[in-house]
């Protein structure tokens, strides 16, 4: 017996374990007698930090419910109010969907409440010189207050609140306590708001740090949390030495209780008190987000359930002051990366090493399906933070329409470390964003030595590698390639080194000359167009080609177009204004028409105009483009 109860009372503060092997060697020690554990506070199991703990205590209830060992009783106590969200502990325990047996305990009797008063204050040596009637005020005053707030009858705390007015009102049992003192106090309802206050002043909290830490540990709903020492210094902003002192103040006082190692408000009626005088609708209002958060990042590795944007919308607002943990980041992380909402801010203020470590944990999470686009951007997010390039898989993820613009900002930021694969697919890519980028990398490439890009463009037959190798021919940034046929040199490299010639000779001989050097070269028709229009354009204006519109086809059109090399004059520009107009009002024309092949022919065109306008358009072409396009609108 001996043994058993240094083990019980005399060993580790807190017992982890199964509690069949104690009981049983308690019931052991003092039979025939049996065994009655008492559990208080089960509510506490709602709020419970280890999760396994909690399990196995109701894993044990259930063990000893279906053992029915006659040596062991078990007594629970919780509260009556928290019924609804208990109720699932009782079937498990039970087996049963109408659970345990239960006794609802209800408040002391006021006749019973009244002589525990008259007997603390005998003990604490105050006399109390009160009348038959005003004793009875008093009580009723006791029972209808206990009833206002849920109470049949008087509710235990309410006594304690009173005895301890009686004796700050006596001035510590310097005078009696007359019915007078108890009307200034404003009765029951001054008794009870003013506790907090006058243990609050009692303590001289001027800095109001005692006031923080009770805030924080109550919940938004008005019950009381249990909390370490870490988290409650994180509340209130002060470093954890500092927060002790403040915690061991708030013991002494009785409002505050030490449980292993976590912390929590030493009554429920306390709690209520506290939610309702000290929380205020902001502080209520982030607690809830907070509890939210809690709640949401403790089920996420098993329900994968992710924030709304509502609820990161509000973590936006309480930004500053939410810290999140490991598990909750990783809970906004996998919001963020799946455009629920803002949580890029939270992302970004924790430290780099360990925000790297969870978008890992992300990547590698097993049996859930991410999507290409969300693996695209946490690889894009763990770049940014760890400032390590994309892997080629990485770089392939951003081949999705949705992520064009993030892959856009990638290549104007990582010119040389885009893979060429991602280059060719970027530069026939839908989206103009995307192209213009990948064709400023594929000239950076060029400039640093790529040349083989010059052969690669060339040798195609796709309208956008064509299109990228003609607007990189007239280019006048990047070295002149060679042409002298006594250099080994390929033949596309030879043709891109003459077209650069002709785009850079100034107008008269030196042009015709660079002209009939491509002649003799023999090149490709589409380049020998170019070649041409680049000399046309840059002799005789913009006007000549644009009366040949009619007779080109769309292909030899973009070309033409491809070759201005130079600033247009404003009745170029006009001009090409005008043929924009033409080539769309035919296609207006034909709306509803059987000729739909001579419609997107049109239509065609036109779009090889607007392109035309997006590539050498400037500010001083902004009042001519404005009135053609408010004359359009009218024509339709």
């Known amino acids: 017996m001996s043994g058993l109860l240094a083990s019980v009372f005399e060993g580790p503060h807190s017992y982890r374990g199964s509690l069949l092997t104690p009981l049983e060697q308690a019931a052991a020690a003092v039979a025939p007698q049996r065994v009655l554990l008492i559990i208080d506070q089960f509510e506490d199991i709602l709020t419970a930090k280890e999760l396994e703990e909690a399990e196995r205590l109701v894993a044990d209830l259930r063990t000893m419910r279906y053992l029915e060992d006659q040596r062991i009783r078990v007594l629970v106590s919780y509260r009556a109010d928290l019924e609804a969200r208990l109720g699932r502990f009782w079937q498990l325990i039970s087996g ?171 009554h429920d009626f306390l709690a209520r008190e506290i939610s309702a005088k000290l929380v205020d609708s902001e502080e209520r209002d982030f607690k809830r987000l907070r509890e939210l958060l809690s709640s949401k990042a403790a089920t996420f590795a098993t329900t994968r359930s992710l924030l709304t944007v509502e609820e990161l919308l509000l973590l936006f607002k309480y930004k500053e002051r939410v810290l999140p943990s490991d598990g909750e980041l990783r809970l906004i992380l996998a919001s963020w990366v799946q455009e629920h909402g803002p949580g890029l801010y939270l992302l970004l203020s924790c430290p780099p090493s360990r925000l790297v470590e969870l978008i890992r944990a992300e990547e590698g999470v097993q049996n859930v399906r991410i999507e290409d686009e969300d693996r695209a951007m946490l690889a894009l997010l763990r770049c940014k933070v760890s400032g390590s390039p994309l892997g080629l898989k990485e770089w392939m993820l951003f081949r999705r329409y949705r992520l064009g613009l993030e892959l856009a900002e990638i290549l104007s930021s990582s010119t040389l470390e885009c893979p060429d694969r991602v280059l060719m697919w970027a530069l026939r890519n839908r989206r103009r964003t995307v192209r213009e980028a990948a064709f400023e990398v594929v000239a950076q490439k060029i400039a640093n030595g790529r040349r083989q890009w010059v052969a690669v463009l060339s040798k195609s037959s796709s309208p956008f590698y064509r299109s990228a190798f003609e607007q990189l021919a007239i280019r006048g940034d990047l070295p002149l390639f060679p042409t002298d046929s006594c250099i080994a040199v390929s033949r596309p490299l030879r043709e891109f080194g003459l077209v650069q010639r002709i785009a850079r000779a100034p107008v008269g001989p030196p042009l015709r000359r660079s002209l009939r050097d491509l002649k003799k070269l023999r090149t490709q028709a589409r380049t020998w167009l170019f070649g041409k229009g680049i000399v046309t354009h840059r002799t005789h204006g913009l006007r000549p080609t644009l009366k040949r519109l009619a007779k080109l086809d769309v292909s030899k059109i973009t070309t033409l177009m491809n070759s201005l090399c130079e600033e247009l004059s404003e009745p170029d520009f006009r001009a090409l204004l005008d043929a924009y107009v033409e080539w769309n009002r035919k296609e207006a024309a034909l709306e509803g028409k059987i000729n739909r092949r001579l419609r997107k022919v049109y239509e065609d065109k036109a779009s090889a105009l607007a392109r035309t306008f997006i590539k050498i358009a400037t500010t001083r072409d902004l009042k001519a483009m404005r009135e053609t396009l408010q004359d359009f609108k009218k024509l339709f």
């Open 96 to 266: 049963s969907p109408e659970g345990l047996a239960r006794v609802y305990v209800a408040g002391i009797r006021a006749d019973e409440a009244w002589k525990s008063t008259e007997s603390a204050c005998t003990d604490l040596g105050i006399k109390l010189e009160l009348t038959g009637d005003e004793k009875v005020h008093m009580i009723k005053d006791l029972q209808s207050f206990s009833a206002t707030h849920g109470e049949e009858a008087v509710y235990p705390p309410y006594i304690q609140m009173l005895i301890d007015h009686i004796w700050r009102a006596s001035d510590n049992k310097q005078r009696a306590y007359h019915f007078a003192d108890y009307l200034a106090s404003g009765a029951m309802e001054g008794v009870t708001a003013g506790y907090l206050a006058r243990q609050l002043t009692f303590a001289h909290d001027t800095q109001g740090h005692l006031k923080l830490a009770l805030v924080s540990l109550v919940r938004s709903y008005g019950v009381k949390a249990q909390k370490s020492l870490a988290d409650i210094a994180v509340d209130m902003g002060l470093p954890q030495h500092d927060c002790e002192v403040v915690l061991e103040k708030l013991i002494d006082l009785r409002l505050v209780r030490h449980v292993a190692n976590l912390y929590e408000v030493a």
